[in-house]
């Protein structure tokens, strides 16, 4: 790290920090808090497929019950990959991908006037944090994996 243009190495984390971090099931908790939302939200569609048809619809999606097919399949099979320690990669790259095009759809704040545009500016810059979220699970995967452990 670069400070006043004096180089200086960042202070370690407390030993509290570097405990939890250190603790085994920290990597999975927090696999499964990123793609939480991904997974319930797959398993209600599934649950109310009408719904889910009415939801691409209204973001115009056509035909609606392909889109629909295709974010239930995306929703459960990407958090199943990241869960599972296998192909990360691939299931961090989905739901990034998906979350970049869902956003851009559903949240296109370049679009909107007023309130409306604050909430759609907010709610897109927030999936954009999810989207190098999955960017980090899928180096940390990599590196993990490169280093022996998963």
Not at 16 to 29: C, D, E, M, Q
Not at 45 to 63: N, R, T, V
Not at 115 to 138: D, I, K, M, S
């Amino acid at each position: 790290m670069r400070l006043l243009g004096r180089l200086t190495m960042p202070a370690p984390a407390p030993a509290f920090v570097r405990a939890i971090l250190g603790w085994p099931p920290t990597t999975h908790i927090a696999r499964l808090l990123l793609v939480s939302a991904y997974l319930v939200g797959g398993i209600a569609k599934l649950a109310d497929w009408p719904g889910a048809i009415a939801e691409q619809a209204h973001f115009g999606m056509s035909p609606p019950a392909l889109w629909a097919a295709f974010t239930i399949a995306l929703e459960i099979a990407g958090p199943l990959l990241v869960l599972s320690g296998r192909w990360v990669w691939l299931g961090a790259g989905m739901l990034g991908g998906f979350t970049l095009l869902a956003a851009s759809i559903a949240n296109a704040f370049w679009t909107m006037h007023g309130p409306e545009r604050f909430a759609a500016t907010n709610a897109f810059f927030e999936h954009l944090g999810l989207v190098g979220g999955f960017a980090l699970v899928a180096v940390l995967a990599d590196r993990s994996r490169h280093q022996g452990a998963d």
